[in-house]
């Protein structure tokens, strides 16, 4: 069956976190806490889902301004449906929507760092992070 994609589509909160459990991604995001991961569905600004018939098999979740940036905050594709292009279409789909001018910024997982490169993304040295654990100094 062909892969068919969706963009901001109505997601069942259980289906989202079994892709992101399959698909490995869930030991880096807050799976165990449904109201954060329900949050993080519905305020996102571009979710593209890709589609398997009725299962969902992968999905790009980013937060943008629609004009110059946007995060890419979740790509994730599930175990059985990995290295037939469905991560790769997601992006190309995300891009596509944002419009010309967007630059999508994204930071990997430690699994898929070799992946964004493979892909065509440039690398970017200077990216920084601060924890929600964490403090500027004084
Ligand atoms: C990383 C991930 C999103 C890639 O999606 P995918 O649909 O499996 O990958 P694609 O089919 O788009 O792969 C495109 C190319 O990248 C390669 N590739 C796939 N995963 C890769 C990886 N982890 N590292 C390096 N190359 C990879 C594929 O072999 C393919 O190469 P080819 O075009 O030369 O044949 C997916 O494997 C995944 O969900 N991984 C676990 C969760 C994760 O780490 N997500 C990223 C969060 S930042």
């Known amino acids: ?3 068919t994609y969706k963009i901001n589509t109505d997601l069942p909160l259980e289906s989202a976190i079994d892709l992101y459990v399959s698909s490995t991604l869930g030991e880096r995001r807050p ?9 993080m569905l519905s305020e996102a600004d571009l979710t593209i889902t890709a589609w398997d018939g009725d299962l969902l098999v992968g999905i790009s979740r980013s ?3 629609w004009c110059y940036c946007a995060y890419l905050a979740d790509l994730a594709v599930r175990d059985t449906h990995q290295r037939q292009g ?6 190309r789909r995300t891009q596509a929507e944002l419009g010309k001018k967007a630059h999508i910024v994204l930071l990997a997982a430690p699994k898929a760092v070799d992946y964004y490169g493979h892909i065509g993304m440039e690398h970017h040295a200077s990216a920084w992070i601060l924890r929600a654990t ?5």
């Open 63 to 65: 937060l943008t301004d």
């Open 31 to 39: 799976v165990d806490d449904r109201a954060c991961v329900q949050k």
């Open 1 to 3: 069956m062909p892969i």
């Open 86 to 91: 469905i991560g790769k279409e997601l992006i």
């Open 134 to 138: 964490s403090r500027l100094t004084d």
